[in-house]
DNA sequence: AACTGGTATGTTATCTTATTACATAAGTTG
DNA sequence: CAACTTATGTAATAAGATAACATACCAGTT
């Protein structure tokens, strides 16, 4: 766990949670792995996904309505990040393309479009499900 | 109407309105909007909606959980889309971009990924509402 | 016309995802 | 301590999507 963000339990408990599955979770999944912990309600998990999200330690997958921890060692301090999505097994592969954030960039820059998120998701198979 | 598709009364009803509107439609807000036409369930609407998707017709919106009829005087026939959606008045331009479709190709074809669809979208705030 | 298979419909119930509203507690700063 | 902000707990409800089942409609064939 880095420093850069103090988390609260509940927060903490949430990242953990993320951190440690396979692949992306549901609020509500992540609410029934918490029981144990003691949360009862899905705004615990809301409230907690809002915060790791704003940290960037958490991203959302807009297509799935799921979330995951973020890839990278040092949360939040990526640009664009893009997502392929494997519809067999779930897993999730992030990375980061700098010519396509320069071309979203260049598109907002023409049309004086003023940007706070974007989303990239690539739907499909991955290589380990077509081969298997 | 083009004749690419014969549409059911159903799915015509349901692009009409989505034609119609300004902005994103949601599946209830369709439904509600057809009432008078007689519809009465969610799933009327959305198994038109599927078809129509099916069609490329129609959009759907992830980061909105929403839907617009396709921006093309003949749908169907483009490559990756992006969308462009203001979160101030809700208006979303659409524009298709061969430099990104380039970008996720060249990723999916280094990765073996076989993608099925993907989505970019653009949240912030437009032109229009930023001089308001 | 009767038979058959496919597609579209109608209806109810249910499931999943997300938020509103309200009360309480805990930490921070003056 | 008082005032303020932030985090929590809980219940209720809104919003989005699908499952299950029954019925109807429309070819093409016999």
Redesign the interface.
Known sequence: MTARHELTRNQALVFDALAKAESPLSAYTILDRLRDDGFRAPLQVYRALEKLLDYGMVHRL??LNAFVACAHPHCGEHGLI?F?I??KCGQV?E?S?T??EQ??SD??GR?????????????????NC?NG
């Open positions: 807009e297509s893009a392929a494997c519809e592969s990375f393309d010519v396509i071309q979203v598109w907002t049309n004086g479009f003023k940007p706070s998120k974007t989303t990239v998701e690539i739907r499909g198979t991955c290589a077509l």
